[in-house]
């Protein structure tokens, strides 16, 4: 591209962007069934940067908007979509005969323009420039990076994106969670190709015609310090550990000391450590004392350890050591000890699915556990790291562990995790476990507090595995969005999981059971739990006990009790 086309390569903020192109009514034409197929059913539209502004349904095959889009479309989203049997979208959208609004251009700008080439190309480009030393990659990012700084200010997700089928969700380019990872790449690009505004002519002399003579003062009074500022308001806010680590990247690379230019690093640090950034405060009380954070879906939770590992690498830059909170071990161990049959996970909350949560795509962290074995060298993290796929995870800028002595302390330990019945109790999650390889058999019960985000109604819920499948496949993380009762499902579900619902009502609560007992002996495994909190003034009893009980060291049995006393029809969700 020459350079002006890649500053016209960059959508303006008023073109309107969305997650879906029709939330939860599909194709035109293949409807709900487009959900079924592909690796992402939520998002399944196949893009292609050579067809700009089409989308392609992966059943029919068929292409949509049929008309060419003329970049770009300043009307805002009260403008009218177009309206009949001819399938035309020019930016805003097209109403089927039943009121539907399909947002087929928006939605290739969202995923294709934004996320994978802008976004994802500033990345790239910028990496590339620093592992080859050619100009042209930097030159490039730096068109893109400046164009973006130029109206930043203007970029306002709420007003400009449909988002699930609504508007009015915060945040900027994206939503205000997902704005947290275009403001790592955007800031971590800029600090990569920082020399190049200084040794490149022909750039300099292209910003000059768009009449951008300071193009690092705009790109970081105008980009970056918004960005920390939006940070700090609450405007964009992630998953815990997501905007922390987001500032802390920016606190770097801006490293200012002038209070008259912005957040300087001083007030960043504060912000991050004893403000709202709450680094020191979640260490301490934020992380349950097992590790896990106070989440209720395992995805979500372990997320929170792989956010801190990130942020102690990057706080010593400006000047902070937390390396010396004593929860770093437990925050390994966590992800190492919830694994199950020496592959799975429970799938709690918004977690897995019904084919269940495998431990090396949720719970088997580099970042975490190659971190933790340079430190301790842990036999046993060297063996889930052994069976991490290396070639998924390898990064040339984050080198976590040493591959050889990886491989040369697993030769020696070999890989069995050796976990036998165990206990999490500020998580809230017992584990029966037994055996060995294809016979490892283990059952699983949560009894934690859910209210952290992410959970689900479901005290007391258990779990199987054996012969290397889940015994009792739990739905997880439904697909998102395929289901018309999605929102209905992860809020009112408890007869979607093993457990007893009470004159047909879900749990009314998300509050936290406790555990009566663990025990082991040589051929049987036994926990018991109680949760009559989850239907207060209804049930004076609700109780369950587990029992793994061994015919030989092969096979064996669960023994499962639910005992509820409380009302008149009590259901066992099975």
């Not at 500032?247 to 801006?254: D, G, N, P, S």
């Not at 010396?324 to 918004?350: C, E, H, N, Q, V």
């Not at 999650?429 to 016979?439: F, M």
Request: with cysteine; net charge neutral.
């Amino acid at each position: 591209m020459t350079d002006q086309e890649v500053w016209d390569f960059v959508p303006p903020p008023e073109q309107l962007r969305s997650i879906n192109v029709c939330h939860g009514v599909g194709c035109p034409i293949d409807k709900k069934e487009i959900y079924r197929v592909g690796e992402r059913p939520h998002y399944p539209w196949i893009l292609n940067r050579d067809k700009p502004f089409k989308v392609k349904c992966p059943i029919c095959k068929k292409e949509y908007p049929e008309n060419d889009f003329m970049q770009w479309n300043a009307i805002s989203k009260d403008g009218k979509p177009e309206h009949g049997d001819k399938i035309i979208d020019k930016g805003i959208g097209w109403k089927d005969n039943e009121g539907n609004r399909y947002f087929f251009v928006a939605y290739y700008i969202f995923w294709q323009r934004w996320k994978e080439d802008i976004l994802k190309g500033l990345s790239s480009l910028s990496k590339a420039y620093l592992l080859t030393g050619k100009q042209e990659y930097a030159h490039k990012s730096a068109i893109i990076l400046a164009k973006i700084a130029t109206e930043y200010k203007q970029f306002d997700y709420a007003k400009q994106a449909c988002h699930e089928g609504v508007f009015g969700v915060y945040g900027r380019i994206s939503d205000g969670i997902w704005s947290n990872d275009d403001i790592s790449n955007i800031a971590l690009a800029y600090d990569a190709i920082y020399p190049v505004f200084k040794r490149d002519k022909s750039l300099i002399k292209f910003l000059n015609t768009k009449k951008i003579l300071k193009p690092c003062f705009i790109i970081e009074n105008q980009m970056l310090q918004v960005m920390a500022q939006d940070i700090m308001s609450g405007r964009i806010r992630g998953n815990m550990g997501m905007h922390q680590k987001a500032l802390c990247e920016l606190a770097i690379v801006l490293d200012n000391n002038d209070a008259k230019l912005g957040a300087t690093t001083s007030v960043i640090r504060e912000w991050l450590m004893k403000g709202n950034g709450r680094i020191e405060d979640l260490l301490w009380n934020g992380f349950w004392r097992d590790g896990m954070g106070a989440e209720s879906g395992p995805h979500y939770s372990l997320m929170w350890g792989e956010k801190f590992y990130d942020l102690a690498g990057l706080l010593p830059k400006l000047g902070v050591d937390i390396w010396g909170f004593p929860k770093w071990k437990s925050i390994a161990d966590i992800g190492l000890k919830m694994t199950i049959a020496g592959k799975y996970i429970p799938s709690i909350g918004d977690s897995g699915s019904t084919s269940g949560s495998k431990a090396v795509d949720i719970a088997w962290r580099p970042n975490i556990h190659g971190r933790a074995f340079s430190r301790n060298k842990n036999p046993d993290f060297a063996k889930i790291l052994s069976l991490i796929d290396k070639e998924k995870y390898n990064d040339l800028f984050s080198i976590y562990y040493d591959e050889n002595e990886v491989d040369r302390l697993v030769k020696k330990t070999g890989i069995d995790l050796g976990l036998e019945t165990r206990n999490f109790g500020g998580y809230g999650l017992a584990i029966l476990e037994r055996g060995k390889g294809i016979n490892n058999r283990a059952v699983s019960m949560y009894y934690g507090d859910a209210s952290g985000g992410h959970g689900h109604y479901d005290r007391l819920n258990i779990e199987m595995f054996a012969y290397g499948i889940p015994m009792l496949p739990e739905d997880g993380y439904p697909t998102p969005f395929t289901r018309p009762d999605f929102h209905e499902w992860r809020r009112a579900n408890t007869y979607r999981h093993f457990c007893v619902m009470v004159d047909e009502k879900p749990q009314e609560n998300l509050f936290a059971g406790k555990l009566n007992t663990i025990v082991k002996s040589p051929s049987v495994q036994l926990m018991d739990a109680s949760a009559e909190g989850v239907y207060p003034d209804i049930t004076t009893m609700y109780r369950r006990t587990a029992a793994l009980i061994d015919i030989s060291d092969e096979n064996g049995y669960l023994l499962d009790i639910f005992r509820v006393k409380g009302r008149t029809q009590h259901d066992w969700c099975f």
